[in-house]
């Protein structure tokens, strides 16, 4: 036997091999980052609403103000008026549309009340639940204080 015929050996070379142990080591990594990612995007998504909110319900007050300024201190009676355009053309809010708050649902308006201590319109969302209470509200009120 030659010395060439020795070493022709035709399988590949050794590579390295992941077993159970490496699998599911790997496994457990990726449920890791799963659990820790997915919780932290979703209070994202959550946040990400409640700051459309904040920017539409601050955005509609300006609007508000803008209208009492064209109307002589008076402010409409709905929402809808903002959007409505006057003898010129000129709209106080420029979607065609009131917007809805960011889970699809009316912002709620309550212009100020003669007699009411409250001297500036009321506006606001009840959050994602739709239901007034909790900590998901967004309110102009809250957002004038602070």
Same mark, same amino acid.
């Given at each position: 036997?030659?010395?060439?015929?020795?070493?022709?050996?035709?399988?590949?070379?050794?590579?390295?091999?992941?077993?159970?142990?490496?699998?599911?080591?790997?496994?457990?990594?990726?449920?890791? #980052? %799963?659990?820790? =990612?997915? &919780?932290?995007?979703?209070?994202?998504?959550?946040?990400?609403?409640?700051?459309?909110? @904040?920017?539409?319900?601050?955005?509609?007050?300006?609007?508000?103000?803008?209208?009492?300024?064209?109307?002589?201190?008076?402010?409409?009676?709905? #929402? %809808?008026?903002? =959007?409505? &355009?006057?003898?010129?053309?000129?709209?106080?809010?420029?979607?065609?549309?009131?917007? @809805?708050?960011?889970?699809?649902?009316?912002?709620?308006?309550?212009?100020?009340?003669?007699?009411?201590?409250?001297?500036?319109?009321?506006?606001?969302?009840?959050?994602?639940?739709?239901?007034?209470?909790?900590?998901?509200?967004?309110?102009?009120?809250?957002?004038?204080?602070?």
């Amino acid at each position: 036997m030659s010395v060439d015929e020795e070493n022709t050996d035709t399988r590949p070379p050794r590579q390295a091999k992941i077993g159970c142990i490496g699998w599911a080591a790997l496994f457990v990594i990726a449920v890791s #980052l %799963v659990t820790w =990612v997915v &919780p932290n995007q979703m209070d994202l998504v959550t946040y990400s609403a409640k700051e459309c909110a @904040r920017r539409d319900i601050a955005e509609i007050t300006r609007a508000l103000d803008a209208f009492a300024a064209d109307h002589a201190g008076k402010f409409p009676r709905t #929402l %809808v008026e903002l =959007v409505l &355009p006057d003898a010129n053309g000129h709209r106080h809010l420029t979607p065609l549309q009131v917007p @809805r708050d960011p889970w699809k649902n009316e912002y709620h308006y309550e212009p100020p009340s003669a007699g009411s201590s409250e001297l500036l319109p009321h506006v606001w969302s009840y959050g994602k639940d739709g239901q007034p209470g909790g900590d998901d509200d967004i309110d102009s009120r809250a957002l004038e204080d602070g």
